[in-house]
């Protein structure tokens, strides 16, 4: 499944192709699916294909094709401090994206039937955690995964705010699904060959909304029968923060309103200083000549810190040669022309210096032993 958009040459770039085709129709969204680097969850002899709208397989391994993640993250209308339950959640890479919006204070689960893919999962996750800057510029809540079957949770089990099932999920089954969720709560879901949200309105009652049509492979059934005894999958805990890591929240969450907007929005260093820029320098490419404003969200508690940035224009690889002469006689006639090519030359250029992790750098600077320093940078790598 997959397809519906270009390939792009990064991430970013494949973003950039999701937007235009309004598969991603939020700030909050777009900010999540550019803080995580496709190309991080898939294994390194297969990263050439990570860019493209193509779902991804080897072995138990999977991931869905980006138009339907991007669909699947708009219909969640997720928001901070709420709880959400992955069932089928695979390398991590849904639910990673999910913790950036849900911040500290949220719930984030996921139950997935292959052990080996959970240890895959955590050893992304904790990749991401040590070594990428988007860890940084969200409060992010941390996903927990268990070993599973989704379908044998037992009838009994905790209720959630949102809920997404990667798997196909045959009409039998739906009322099992819609009961795993809260009155207000939001379930996205293929069911019957359809990208289904179904939202529950009342104890009994429920909104249906058809989204696109998708082909998954189908939910895995419980073994029955003969010598195989089915048993109820535990859902992780509900655990509640301690003071020492309520502590640290804050501490960062302060120092983040402190440090206010980044070097590269206040110069408008373009689409790469997004909250959530993975990499260091911006490629830049002649493409299509706009202005785009982005929403950069810290995330602490039930508040949304926003600061706005600009960025620099980026020219069209397709410009004929009539449209560059189109330009250069109104350079001729708009003397302002010229000042204004230099302006976005230079924010072109100015790319090119590595980014620059502000909270790291306040955290090292102060008057702290060093232990202590490390913790409130969660022993992060750089």
């Known amino acids: 499944m997959g397809g519906a958009v270009s390939a792009g040459e990064d991430n970013d770039d494949l973003i950039d192709n999701l937007k235009e085709a309004h598969y991603i129709r939020t700030d909050l969204v777009e900010q999540a699916f550019r803080a995580i680097d496709r190309a991080d969850y898939y ?29 699947v993250m708009e219909a ?7 709880s959400f339950l992955n069932l089928g959640s695979g390398t991590g890479y849904l639910s990673t994206m999910v913790g950036l919006i849900l911040g500290p204070f949220g719930v984030n689960h996921g139950v997935e039937l292959h052990a080996d893919v959970i240890e895959y999962a ?43 099932c990667g798997a196909g999920v045959q009409r039998e089954h739906e009322s ?14 293929p069911l019957e060959e359809k990208l289904t949200k179904i939202t529950r309105t009342g104890h009994n009652t429920w909104e249906t909304k058809k989204i696109i049509a998708v082909s998954f492979a189908p939910l895995v059934l419980p073994k029955s029968g003969g010598n195989c005894k089915s048993k109820s999958v535990p859902l992780p805990t509900f655990e509640v923060r301690t003071l020492q890591d309520l502590a640290r929240i804050c501490i960062r969450h302060t120092l983040k309103k402190t440090l206010g907007p980044d070097p590269e929005r ?59 002469d189109q330009a250069d006689q109104a350079a001729v006639s708009d003397p302002a022309h010229n ?24 955290i090292l600077s102060l008057p702290l032993p060093e232990p202590l320093k490390m913790y409130l940078l969660y022993y992060r790598e750089k």
């Open 43 to 71: 294994l390194d002899e297969f990263r050439d294909n990570a860019y493209k709208d193509l779902a991804w397989r080897h072995g138990n391994i999977h991931l869905s094709a980006p138009c339907i993640y991007s669909e």
């Open 76 to 82: 969640l209308d997720l928001q901070p401090g709420l």
């Open 122 to 164: 955590y050893q992304k996750l904790d990749f991401f955690i040590r070594t990428s800057d988007s860890f940084d510029k969200f409060e992010f809540c941390e996903p927990s995964f268990v070993v599973g079957n989704c379908l044998e949770m037992g009838l009994d089990c905790r209720q959630y705010d949102r809920v997404y």
């Open 176 to 189: 099992y699904m819609r009961n795993l969720l809260k009155v207000g709560g939001i379930l996205v879901l």
């Open 266 to 324: 206040r110069a408008g260093g373009g689409r790469r200083a997004l909250a959530g820029a993975s990499r260091n320098g911006p490629r830049f490419k002649r493409r299509r000549l706009h202005r785009r404003r982005v929403d950069s969200v810290l995330l602490a508690s039930k508040h949304a810190f926003v600061s706005r940035m600009v960025s620099g224009p980026i020219n069209d690889n397709n410009c004929d040669g009539a449209e560059e």
């Open 339 to 362: 000042d204004i090519e230099e302006e976005e030359t230079g924010s072109r250029d100015f790319g090119s210096k590595p980014a620059v992790n502000q909270l790291r750098e306040k």
